[in-house]
């Protein structure tokens, strides 16, 4: 059935259908895309709203060693005398890309035994150290009991960094 204008009688609000075709017209095209049109908004939205909740991305790197790795992960110390010396792991601390100040601690690990510990001047926990980073830095004193490579796992507000530390004669 074909509904005509009144003040139109060329124009139609029906589509023609044809055999086995449901009939499709302007006005139930209108009103399915009335009812997925917020499906859609919302769909579009989701994403721009959970990527609004700011991440907060905690750094920490070393700087200072003789070598340090790019990425401010791995650092080495030449020329150390076992038993006699004492090096600071002095680490750049960030927070959202600003200096961090607050708690810091930091756990030796990963072939430490023997080639490295804490030195006394350090607040230990439960055998971890605990520090407090003021504008960005902090600093752990680590005495040199042998040479070889250990790792140091550094923690700042849940977030665990792991450095590796290497002690070369």
Not at 85 to 106: E, Q, R
Not at 117 to 141: C, I, M, T
């Amino acid at each position: 059935m074909t509904h005509m204008q009144p003040s139109n009688p060329n124009r139609t609000d029906d589509a023609p259908t044809g055999e086995g075709r449901p009939d499709l017209s302007r006005r139930r095209l209108i009103a399915a895309g009335a009812w997925t049109l917020p499906a859609v908004a919302l769909a579009v939205a989701a994403p721009a709203a959970s990527a609004s909740t700011p991440v907060e991305v905690i750094t920490v790197t070393v700087v200072a060693g003789d070598v340090i790795s790019s990425d401010g992960h791995s650092v080495t110390f030449t020329g150390v005398n076992p038993g006699h010396d004492t090096f600071p792991l002095m680490l750049a601390v960030t927070k959202m890309g600003a200096p961090y100040s607050g708690p810091v601690s930091a756990q030796l690990g990963g072939g430490a035994a023997g080639v490295a510990s804490w030195d006394s001047s350090v607040d230990l926990a439960g055998g971890a150290a605990g520090a407090s980073a003021s504008g960005g830095s902090v600093d752990f004193p680590i005495n040199v009991d042998g040479t070889g490579t250990f790792q140091v796992a550094v923690n700042v507000e849940g977030t665990t960094v792991v450095l590796n530390v290497t002690f070369q004669a």
